[in-house]
């Protein structure tokens, strides 16, 4: 009864006084005020509390296992929320870990609010990312758009930062890790994803899974390019083999891109089966022209994105089934409301993943979502 009526009022509240004040400005300048924020909110004791709070009364909590892991709720924020800010190069985003700076802003409070989040992604070096407009919003589609680039502070300096704060962690989340975009030499890719992973293992942060994202389409890569058979199935073997070795049998997910063939999906579905992947995520972003530069692509989520995702995800279910493979599916694009979540769940997938949804439905999103898909 509180709980409907905490969600009830947050819906409201967002998209009547919130909402109408903050689409005024770009959605570029809200990115760069969340940041912020999500700083602020950090360090502070009253914001936390409050966070905590509405996460008690308004999260329905039960165990789920999926991907080789259990959670607490079918909804984690997906990667590119809480990732970092960009920098020039490992020695100065390590010295501003030293200093004490907040280089992943949002990394205690978002999860203390929305439960699992996916950090990152992260790459082996940092990255400045694109600079200028690089984020949009569509309200007629309901969708965000970004070329953010794989902005972040390195895999090195944030597994610093993370471990400076180990006994603050959240205890479930996720890590993404990208594949250094340019490195075309897969010896160097694989070497460098492995030094990504074990960055963080080595100083004892320890995620409840990895995500290996294949699929990010904002940078000088093509990502269709990093999921053939043989690049996948190489790298993911490569990864599960490290993590293997390692005592706490963290399982490793992937993250794939929307509109591949759909044999190309029956044959990631069995490369991830015969190498040990515990969970396919589906999808990334689908690039489309960008607002400010049509000859540059940026990729689309949300409402724009969903009848594609869902179709990956279907793809990826018929032939899981076909092979009777024990790799999950879990579903991203789109997840913007009750009914929605409710066209994965028809396919026989309960967990989704979200980011599009915190921009138009605010920032109890998953806890409406779910809401209005058991009415
Ligand atoms: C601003 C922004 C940054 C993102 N950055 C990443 C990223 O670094 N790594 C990644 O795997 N996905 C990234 N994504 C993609 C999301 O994780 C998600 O796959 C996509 O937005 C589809 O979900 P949605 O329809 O709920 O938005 C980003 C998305 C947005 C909007």
Known sequence: MIRQWILKLSDWGYQKIVKPRLFQQSAQKSHDELLRWLSVADNSKTLMMLASWLNALTMHKRRITIGGTTLHYPFILAAGFVKGLGFENEEKARYAVKCGMNIIP???????????????????????????????????TQSTQNRIGLKNAGSVASAEFLCANKKKLPPIFGINIAPSPGVTDEAQETREVIESIE???????????????????????DPTGNQTEHKTRHLCKAVVDFLQSYPYHMPLWVKISPNLAPKQYQILMRVFTEVGVKAVIATNTLPQPSPNQPNINAGVGGGFLHPHALNAAEQLQKARFEINSHVDVIGCGGVMDGISYTRYKALGIYVVQYWSALVFRGILAPQLIESESND
């Open 199 to 221: 960055a963080f293992l080595s100083r004892g942060v320890v995620p409840t899974w990895f995500t290996l994202n294949l699929s990010c389409p904002n940078t000088e890569d």
């Open 106 to 140: 949002g990394w205690q409070c978002v999860p203390v609010l929305l439960g699992a989040v996916e950090f990152g992604s992260f790459t082996r070096y940092p990255r400045l990312g694109n600079q200028g407009e690089v984020i949009w919003r569509n309200t007629k």
